[in-house]
């Protein structure tokens, strides 16, 4: 399958999970040197292939439709692991509503509540708030000081990244899933994982959960 038809099928998927509502939301793939990218404006759940853009791995426009704004956050994920070969950025109700929160701690703005957020997704940092498309929002992800593979954008929504398209999604919507319950339990006195068994969880699935450590 062509880079484009991922990026239409995954589009899809998100909007038909009702995780990008209206025209919100971008999605990349790496190719080699290039990166696949939505075009500004699009909607996920309508894309064509005159919908996708193409940028070298700085973000630099190479071909076809205008890059979203959001671009720098896909660069920036690219370049901090290169075995990141998908990534999806979205402002799904319950991730939005999370980002509005203070974090649950500096390494996860999402608590361990289920195992599978542990799992799936790992510790999701909640990064400053910058206007949607500043540059500096790629620099943040690129330079945060913890292992990711997800974050919480402040005020903004979620982006997490994945070895492939599938894996990016899935990742997505677990986070999304993880945010959920985080605020629907939030008022009441919850029981947390316990955190040597975080740490296990964490190391058996090959999951970024390692408070203070930093990137090498």
Same mark, same amino acid.
């Given at each position: ?46 894309? %064509?292939?005159?919908?996708? *853009?193409?940028?070298?791995? %700085? ?35 319950? *991730? ?54 997800? *974050? ?13 398209? %599938? ?14 319950? *985080? ?34």
């Amino acid at each position: 399958m062509s880079a484009a038809s991922e990026l239409i099928t995954a589009g899809r998927r998100l909007v038909d999970a009702g995780l990008s509502p209206g025209s919100s939301g971008n999605l990349s793939i790496r190719e080699g040197n290039r990166i696949f990218i939505t075009g500004t404006g699009t909607s996920l759940g309508g894309l %064509d292939e005159a919908d996708i *853009a193409v940028l070298d791995l %700085d973000g630099t426009h190479v071909s076809g439709a205008r890059s979203s704004k959001e671009a720098p956050l896909h660069v920036g994920f690219y370049r901090r692991d290169e075995t990141h070969r998908a990534v999806v950025h979205l402002h799904s109700p319950f *991730a939005v509503a999370a980002s509005c929160l203070e974090p649950w701690a500096a390494h996860s703005a999402v608590p361990p509540l289920t195992p599978y957020f542990v799992m799936r997704v790992g510790q999701t940092p909640l990064l400053p708030y910058r206007h949607p498309g500043d540059p500096e929002l790629g620099r943040d992800l690129a330079e945060a000081p913890w292992m990711l593979r997800a *974050a919480l954008l402040a005020n903004h929504g979620s982006i997490v990244a994945g070895s492939d398209m %599938d894996d990016a999604v899935d990742r997505g919507i677990e986070l999304e899933e993880a945010c959920r319950i *985080a605020l629907l339990t939030a008022q009441a006195p919850r029981r947390e994982i316990d955190p040597a068994q975080v740490v296990e969880l964490a190391a058996r699935w090959g999951s970024p959960w390692q408070p203070g450590l930093p990137i090498h």
